[in-house]
C-alpha cells in the first residue's frame, strides 16, 4: 500500500512540474536570432538597449503583403479612429510619419524607428464579447503566412519595465503597443524580413480590447537645415535671439558633426560683430526628469560657449545658462515638436 501511494505521488509530482514547464513556455516565448549588441556591450548580456537586428538571420520573404501598415483585422472586428468615437477610416488608428516601437527580445529592448501605425481594435458589433482568441489566432497565422518570425511572446519581466521608466517615465506606455499596461498585459513581437521592407509587429489583446503597432524601419531624416552666420544676424537684429537646432549626442553635450557646423557659422557671426554679446541659452523638451533636463540644458549651453572661446572668440562676450524643460518652443505632444523644443537659442545682451 505504502509502494501504491509513493509511486502516485511521484507521478503526480511529474505531471505537476510538466504542466509548470508548459505554462512556463506558455508565458515567455524568445528567439536569439533577432538582436545584436554593438562592441560596446557585446558582452554584457544584460544590456539596457541593444543596437540592431541582424537581419542576415532572419529568412527574406518575397510575400505579397500590400501596403502599409501590411496587415488589418479579422471579420468581426474595427479598428478604431483616434478618440474610439468612429470606425477608421485608412485602416489606422494612428499614423506617424517617424516614431518607434520598443521591443524586447527577452533579455534587452531595441528601439525600432521608421513609420508607424496604431491600430486599436473592437468588435463591430459593441455589446459583443471580445473574441481575443479569434483575434491573437488570426493575426498569429498571417503573420506567420507571409514570413514573419517571432521575436517575443510573453509579459515583460516588471524589473525590466522599472529599469525602462527610469531612463523616461513615459517610455513604457507610449512605445510598447499591448492592451492596457504592459505591467498587467502580455506583448507579441514580430520581425520581417521582406524583400521591400523591414517591419516590426508588436501587438497585445486582454478580454476588452487590442492595441496593434507597426514599425516600418527607416532612417531620420533631418529636415532642420543649418542657419548661416548671416541668418542668425538677421534675426538678432529682428528678433533680437536666433533660435536654433544643435544637434548633441542622445542624453550629452557632446556635439554632433552637423551641431559643429553651426557652432563654426556662430563664430563667423561673432568675428563679424565684435562688439556683439550673447546668453546661449540652452532648452531640452520634456523627456526625462526636469533636474537632468536642467543639467542636460546647462551643460550643452556650456559646450558651445567652451567651443567659441577655444575657436577665439573673448569668453567675457559670452554666457551660457540651461532652462530644460521649462521653457518649450511648442508643445511636447509628438516627436517632431520635441525636436524642435531640443534648442539652443542666441539672445543678445
Not at 502580455?186 to 514599425?215: D, M
Request: proline share 3%.
Amino acid at each position: 500500500m505504502k509502494k501504491i501511494i509513493l509511486v502516485s505521488t511521484l507521478v503526480m509530482t511529474f505531471i505537476s512540474c510538466i504542466n509548470e514547464k508548459k505554462i512556463e513556455t506558455n508565458t515567455m516565448q524568445t528567439i536569439e536570432v533577432a538582436i545584436t549588441p554593438t562592441p560596446e556591450t557585446q558582452t554584457n548580456k544584460d544590456a539596457m538597449f541593444l543596437d540592431e537586428i541582424d537581419w542576415s538571420k532572419i529568412p527574406e520573404s518575397t510575400a505579397n503583403i500590400g501596403g502599409f501598415p501590411y496587415l488589418t483585422v479579422p471579420e468581426g472586428f474595427v479598428i478604431w479612429e483616434e478618440g474610439h468615437n468612429e470606425i477608421s477610416k485608412n485602416g489606422m488608428t494612428k499614423f506617424s510619419d517617424f516614431s518607434k516601437l520598443i521591443l524586447f527580445n527577452g533579455t534587452s529592448f531595441y528601439n525600432a524607428e521608421g513609420k508607424k501605425a496604431e491600430l486599436d481594435v473592437a468588435m463591430k458589433e459593441r455589446e459583443a464579447d471580445f473574441n481575443k482568441f479569434k483575434l491573437d489566432k488570426s493575426l498569429e497565422a498571417y503573420l506567420k503566412q507571409i514570413g514573419a518570425v517571432l521575436l517575443f511572446n510573453g509579459q515583460i519581466p516588471h524589473e525590466k519595465l522599472d529599469k525602462l521608466k527610469e531612463t523616461d517615465e513615459k517610455l513604457v506606455y507610449k512605445f510598447i503597443q499591448t492592451a492596457g499596461s504592459p505591467y498587467d498585459n502580455a506583448v507579441k513581437n514580430y520581425v520581417l524580413n521582406h524583400k521591400n521592407a523591414k517591419v516590426c509587429f508588436q501587438f497585445g489583446s486582454n478580454s476588452a480590447s487590442a492595441k496593434l503597432g507597426i514599425i516600418e524601419l527607416e532612417d531620420f531624416k533631418q529636415t532642420i537645415k543649418a542657419p548661416t552666420a548671416s541668418e542668425m544676424q538677421n534675426d538678432i537684429d529682428t528678433r533680437g535671439k536666433a533660435i536654433l537646432n544643435i544637434n548633441f549626442d542622445t542624453d550629452k553635450a557632446v556635439l554632433k558633426p552637423d551641431g559643429q557646423k553651426i557652432v563654426d557659422e556662430i563664430y563667423i557671426l561673432l568675428s563679424n560683430n565684435s562688439k556683439l554679446k550673447l546668453s546661449i541659452e540652452g532648452h531640452t523638451d520634456a523627456t526625462g526628469s526636469p533636474e537632468r533636463n536642467q543639467q542636460l540644458s546647462s551643460d550643452r549651453a556650456h559646450t558651445v560657449r567652451y567651443a567659441l572661446a577655444a575657436k577665439g572668440i573673448d569668453i567675457k562676450r559670452l554666457k551660457a545658462i540651461g532652462f530644460g524643460d521649462s521653457k518649450p518652443f511648442v508643445s511636447n505632444n509628438n516627436d517632431e515638436n520635441k525636436a524642435k523644443n531640443r534648442r539652443v537659442e542666441l539672445v543678445k545682451i
